[in-house]
């Protein structure tokens, strides 16, 4: 029989939230997490984003709160959550709203990038439960503004995204104002040797859950790989996204303005779409994922950092216009679809460069990703192809990739054709025009969905 959430010790508010929010059973991670957390033990939890873990976490701790009110006091929460993003941060907020809607606690979320006065006013009231990211959080500290001596319950969500974006000494800092006595619970997508270091410094005697080993591909997702010239893929993209009817769809690119071309690109071409990346202001990016998530707009086009938690319902498509530079990235990339259950795709594009880097993605998720020929652009991989991307991925392994972690600009001549406009696919030479022609006359159809059919 399987676990309820009646069957967890969480109080009636916070089961009534749950059923109004239609939650009937714990989600894996939940189920192991929340008897530990209310316990009072340390977690560290390897989890993925999409498998329910921020009410891994938030359930249990507003049942703390229900069950031990205290009178607040200015400045102090008696819960911290650090998140690595303001997307992610504002989603950890909204759902401690939303579960604990029912009972007397309150929260507040506060991020860089916008006036501090709002938040100060805000932590002021005593708030309860605040999340924040690490650079305001202690910026508002150094100010004398917050304090948390009075912390009980200290939470880290996706810790290793924290490292890779540079957060380490900010989060190192923050820990060294914590109180020694408290519970502290640590999450994170991957548990490379960096994140249990960290996560050592942090916890005491932790109780371990996983629900899922490191960096294994959500399994509801279908996903596949088009093998085409970096010249085609603009087309392509839009060829796929024409056909896609309903539902959202996001695509990752590796570079800013890369994702600007395109959202400009399918706004023209008829189909209203939102770059959201680390050059756009808070509002401007606050606005586009509203406009998502309303579904205003049906295409959000994003680099990793910036779409880090989206947690948007509806995101039945994500594309991978540009290979990510780290495997790992692939697996959170594809985690925005299939959320909750719900049906996912996910297509990749593969271009001459990019073959080293498809070859460690599915490495690491161990498994091969299936290949769509059934599109206008198709192109075999050539031996060459997997020579030079081979010999870019030492490159960057010895450091010496660009930070984006695309390969160089710079090209081999060998086992080439003649060389090939960078661009998107604005322009190309006559080769590339010629086999742009041909594909044309092809038939154009969406890439099949189906395992059965590739
Ligand atoms: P998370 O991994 O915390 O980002 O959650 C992923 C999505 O699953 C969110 O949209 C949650 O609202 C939803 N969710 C979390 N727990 C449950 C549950 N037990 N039943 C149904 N949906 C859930």
Do not use: W
Not at 34 to 47: K, N
Not at 50 to 76: Q, W, Y
Not at 122 to 140: H, N, S, Y
């Amino acid at each position: 029989m399987s676990i309820t959430f009646e069957s967890l010790a969480l109080s009636e508010p916070i089961q009534r939230a749950l059923r109004e929010r239609e939650y009937t059973t714990p989600s894996p991670i939940q189920e192991q997490t929340i008897p530990y957390v209310l316990e009072g033990y340390d977690v560290m939890g390897c989890a993925q984003t999409g498998t329910g873990k921020t009410a891994a976490f938030a359930l249990p701790i507003l049942e703390h709160l229900d069950k031990n009110p205290r009178k607040r006091t200015p400045k102090s929460p008696r819960v911290l959550v650090i998140a690595p993003t303001r997307e992610l941060a504002i989603q950890i907020e909204e759902s401690f709203s939303a579960y604990g809607t029912h009972i007397r606690f309150q929260s507040e979320v506060i991020f860089g990038g916008v006036g501090q006065n709002p938040q100060v006013r805000a932590i002021q009231k005593g708030p309860e439960v605040l999340v924040a990211t690490p650079g305001r959080l202690l910026d508002l500290m150094s100010q004398g503004l917050l304090s948390l001596k009075a912390l009980e319950v200290f939470v880290i969500d996706e810790a290793d995204r924290m490292l890779d974006m540079g957060f380490i000494h900010d989060v190192r800092k923050i820990i060294a104002e914590l109180p020694a006595k408290r519970q502290s619970l640590f999450f994170s997508a991957t548990m490379p040797d960096s994140i249990i270091e960290l996560a050592g410094t942090i916890l005491t005697e932790p109780k371990h859950v996983e629900v899922t080993p490191p960096a294994t591909t959500v399994e509801k997702i279908d996903q596949r790989v088009c093998h085409l010239a970096k010249a085609d893929k603009r087309d392509l993209l839009t060829d796929i996204l024409r056909d896609h009817n309903e539902g959202l769809a996001l695509v990752f690119t590796g570079m800013k303005h890369v994702a600007n071309r395109i959202a400009e690109h399918l706004t023209k071409n008829g189909m209203p779409a939102a770059a959201i990346h680390g050059n756009k202001s808070q509002t401007a990016r606050v606005r586009a994922l509203e406009s998502f998530r309303k579904g205003k707009i049906r295409v959000l086009v994003a680099t990793d950092i910036a779409a880090r938690g989206i947690d948007v319902k509806g995101i039945d498509l994500v594309i991978n216009y540009d290979l990510p530079n780290e495997p790992d990235s692939y697996v959170h990339r594809i985690g925005r679809t299939a959320r909750a259950g719900t049906e996912g795709h996910a297509i990749s594009f593969c271009d001459e460069l990019s073959q080293g880097l498809l070859r460690q993605i599915e490495k690491n998720i161990r498994m091969e990703i299936p290949v769509d020929r059934d599109h206008a652009y198709h192109r075999d991989p050539r031996p060459g192809d997997k020579d030079e991307s081979q010999q870019q991925q030492s490159r960057r392994e010895r450091g010496g990739g660009g930070r984006s972690g695309k390969p160089p600009r710079k090209r081999s001549n060998r086992n080439r054709g003649p060389r090939r406009e960078k661009n998107d696919g604005n322009s190309g030479d006559r080769n590339t025009e010629s086999s742009r022609n041909a594909n044309r006359n092809r038939r154009r159809r969406r890439p099949r969905r189906n395992n059965s059919n590739g």
